[in-house]
């Protein structure tokens, strides 16, 4: 399965409220509690910092916001986005092999990466959630084919 394809999956599968292909971002300037607040209005693990909603500079998840809350107590909430997030952002494109940034999301122990085009604007971002929801449906039609194979239809 291809990255488009989870993205095509996810078309039917958006938070109540939410299309599924909308891109949730925030500005590197936003505090540490605009982006908590964000996190836990959407109920999303993560959300991609960009100075134009196009292009990601960062990437801040909810691990960020409670590591950097632990280290720096309830000051650290006047923070700027960009002191905390994860700068060396890790994307992907529609051609990639699911199970490729499954591997590279475990490896790494990230849960979301943004897909880009040839020109780094984000297309969707796909979760681990989504690459492991793509893998099973993957297996189950697999397993669907092999058993006809055996039952003969």
């Known amino acids: ?56 500079v960062g990437i801040l998840s909810e691990r960020d916001v409670v590591w950097k809350l632990g280290h720096g107590g309830a000051e650290a909430l006047s923070q700027p986005v960009s002191d905390v997030m994860t700068k060396e952002v890790q994307t992907c494109v529609t051609g ?19 897909v880009v085009d040839e020109n780094g604007h984000m297309l969707g971002v796909v979760s681990i959630g989504d690459a492991v929801s793509g893998r099973l449906k993957e297996l189950a039609a697999e397993k669907e084919a092999l058993t006809g194979m055996i039952m003969g239809s």
Request: charged residues 25%.
């Open 1 to 56: 399965m291809l990255v488009n394809q989870l993205l095509s999956m996810k078309g039917t599968s958006g938070k109540p409220g939410m299309a599924a292909a909308t891109i949730i971002t925030i500005k590197p300037e936003a505090t540490l509690a605009e982006a908590a607040k964000l996190l836990s209005e959407l109920r999303i693990g993560a959300v991609v910092v960009s100075e134009d909603g196009k292009t990601p």
């Open 96 to 114: 990639d092999d699911a199970m490729v940034i499954l591997e590279r999301m475990t490896a790494g122990r990230f849960r979301h990466l943004p």
